[in-house]
């Protein structure tokens, strides 16, 4: 018993110390983007009607007139301190603009995970139980087109249903969930949708095919013989062992939910992270950019953290 | 010994064969649908000048916001411009990039994964690097690079590529890790094949069917990029009709004219759907074992 525990701890510490890599070499790159552009990154920040003062404050401003390794050194400093540097356009820090952005962010994402994953799975599993079905089908197709609608297409398709033909839903906006959680749903709703059918998609072909190998092995037809509902065998018996497979592309596609929460909060008008990309990009104001990558890519490297620690909980067998 | 790498070849084969065309169609119809509607596409793209299109450019402010009717199939924006026409010239641009970043990360990722496949010193840091690229989302990878460029189609093509060269190094450096330890290859460096020869004849053609398969995915999420980076003003500059530009252009007026929006936005999904069905037929094609589980 003991030596077990032992295995999963040492297992649990090395899987977060792998992290540690992950994020150096995303640090790196976020530092090096500066550098590696042709040009000098000053000029291009400050834009073509810029003087030669406007540049010369920027080139201080983002300390690109000190030594490259000063520069590194002070930039990770900072970062360590929770110092991301500070907007070009605001003059503010960075992180305490992502701060003010994180809310509706994080609010659309969770979400949009709950409502993809109470969709996909019974979708998933309905389809691997009566396989070959046309309720297999149907599943299938809703994947295929799912996989192919960007969320901002589908976005405006939705505006377009719901918002402008029946006015059942306010065309754009957010509310927080503490200003009443009507308001907050009629807001919420359509872009997760938008945003959640890619990750529906995804999810619910990859239960089905799961769930497709578990329901061909022997114990399952020992549980059907013993004479088990088919609830206790489906979710009791298969889905718990199908559950490795469906966690890890929830983990992996999460990059994908990131990159649509850029682009439907645009479409939407949330006030997010997303937002706040934008409108760095428009007004190229670097280091908020290189601040958000930062919190975006920790975000999806923590969320694959997690998914793989909950194996040690879905699959008790896995030795490690 | 050269039995494993034809076998790919051959299973897909023998329904080309047996019973022609039709038999064909049964047994993979997603790829024949797909090929089909991605066929269209291209050459709507190939033959826009000759499709009833006037110069997407064109602006006359007199006609502007005219709602689709005879005259104007889709419809005309703010300034006027003629929405089908700038609809069918986008084709151009989503296409472009969309093989252009398909064969360009293919490349890449083919030569990177060959390399580290075969070299663990430079497996080890290589790997981590992509590892650390993968944890960025592509799209941030290539906003970030086009903040620091000029927006230019080539620039779009590059930072799409970039984002997408480390999944295709990864399953390149899988595949070839996984072959050199087969037997055929023992074999054949046993009876003296030399490296490049293994390399050419064995571990290349074992590599190309997923990679391909992997290609036809890229295309996709590039096309869906490349509209995502225009759509948000950081991708193909506005004076060419893409995609994504005219989305852009439509936003603001989405209440009163959301055809502007609409149909680029329906052309950009049936295109991404064709490519999708095409993967999925080609990977089912290609790859047995997997095509019964997904």
């Keep these: 018993m003991d ?28 530092f090096s983007l500066l550098h590696l552009s042709p040009g000098d990154p000053a ?51 960075v992180s305490k603009l992502i701060a003010q952005r994180v809310e509706p962010t994080v609010t659309l994402t969770i979400s949009t995970l709950i409502i993809s994953i109470a969709a996909a799975i019974p979708m998933g599993v309905l389809a691997a139980w009566r396989a070959g079905s046309w309720i297999d089908r149907l599943v299938m197709v809703f994947a295929v087109i799912g996989f192919s609608v960007p969320s901002f297409v589908l976005a405006y398709l939705l505006i377009y249903v719901f918002a402008i033909s029946t006015d059942l839903l306010p065309v754009q906006g957010f509310v927080s969930i503490r200003d009443g959680v009507r308001p907050f749903l009629s807001h919420i709703a ?100 290189q601040g958000i990558i930062l919190v975006f890519s920790a975000a999806y490297v923590l969320v694959n953290l997690l998914v793989d620690l909950s194996y040690t909980f879905l699959d008790p067998r896995i030795r490690y | 010994m050269t039995v494993a790498p034809t076998d790919l070849a ?15 169609i049964r047994r993979h119809p997603t790829i024949v649908i797909g090929a089909g509607l991605l066929g269209l596409m291209v050459l709507m ?17 007199i006609r502007r916001l005219r709602w689709p009717s005879a005259q104007y199939w889709f419809g005309t924006d703010m300034l006027g411009r003629d929405v089908y026409s700038r609809t069918i010239y986008g ?44 944890s960025i989302p592509s799209i941030l990878i290539a906003i970030a690079l086009m903040a620091l460029t000029r927006a230019s189609m080539q620039n779009v093509i590059i930072a799409i590529t970039v984002a997408e060269v480390p999944r295709a190094t990864r399953l390149v450096r899988g595949i070839v890790l996984t072959l050199r330890e087969l037997p055929f290859v023992e074999a054949a460096h046993a009876s003296g094949t030399g490296f490049f020869r293994i390399l050419w004849r064995h571990i290349l053609p074992n590599t190309l069917p997923p990679l391909l398969v992997n290609g036809s995915f890229v295309a996709a999420a590039a096309m869906i990029i490349e509209a995502a980076l225009s759509f948000l003003g950081a991708g193909t500059p506005p004076n060419i009709p893409s995609w994504g530009n005219i989305m852009a252009e439509g936003r603001s007026l989405f209440q009163v004219a959301y055809y502007i929006v ?8 049936l295109t991404v759907l064709a490519i999708n069905l095409l993967g999925d037929g080609l990977r089912d094609a290609l790859d047995p074992r997997l095509a019964r589980r997904m």
């Design chain 2, 91 to 134: 084709a151009r641009v989503s296409l472009t990039v969309g093989i252009s970043v398909a064969l360009l990360a293919s490349g890449f990722g083919l030569a990177i994964g060959l390399v580290t496949g075969f070299s663990r010193w430079t497996d080890a840091i290589v790997m981590r690097i992509m590892d650390g690229l993968m």
């Design chain 1, 43 to 93: 000029a291009i920040i400050a834009g073509d009607t810029a003087t030669l003062d406007d540049i010369a404050r920027i080139r201080q401003k983002l300390g690109l007139d000190q030594p490259l390794y000063i520069q590194f050194v002070t930039w990770v400093w900072h970062l360590l301190h929770g110092d991301l540097g500070i907007s070009i356009f605001t003059n503010l820090p």
């Design chain 1, 190 to 289: 359509m872009p997760s949708l938008a945003l959640g059918l890619i990750f529906a998609a995804l999810i619910a072909r990859m239960t089905r095919a799961s769930m497709l190998d578990v329901l061909a092995q022997d114990y399952i037809r020992t549980a059907q013989a013993k004479g088990l509902s088919n609830d206790r065998v489906l979710i009791g018996h298969a889905l718990k062992n199908a559950a490795v497979p469906i966690a890890t592309i929830i983990g992996v596609s999460f990059a994908l939910l990131i990159s649509g929460v850029v682009v439907t909060e645009t479409v939407f008008a949330i006030p997010g992270l997303g937002r706040l990309t934008v409108d760095a990009i428009l007004r190229r104001d670097y280091p908020i950019i």
């Design chain 2, 45 to 61: 793209a190939l033959f826009a000048p000759y499709l009833g299109t006037v110069d997407p450019q064109a602006l006359s402010p």
């Design chain 2, 10 to 24: 051959l299973l897909a084969a023998p329904a080309l064969r047996k019973g022609g065309v039709q038999a064909y």
């Design chain 1, 3 to 30: 030596r077990v525990n032992w295995g999963v701890f040492a297992y649990i510490v090395r899987r977060i110390l792998a992290t540690i890599p992950v994020m150096v070499v995303v640090a790196l790159f976020v």
């Design chain 2, 262 to 269: 609409l149909f680029p936005g329906a052309f950009l999904s």
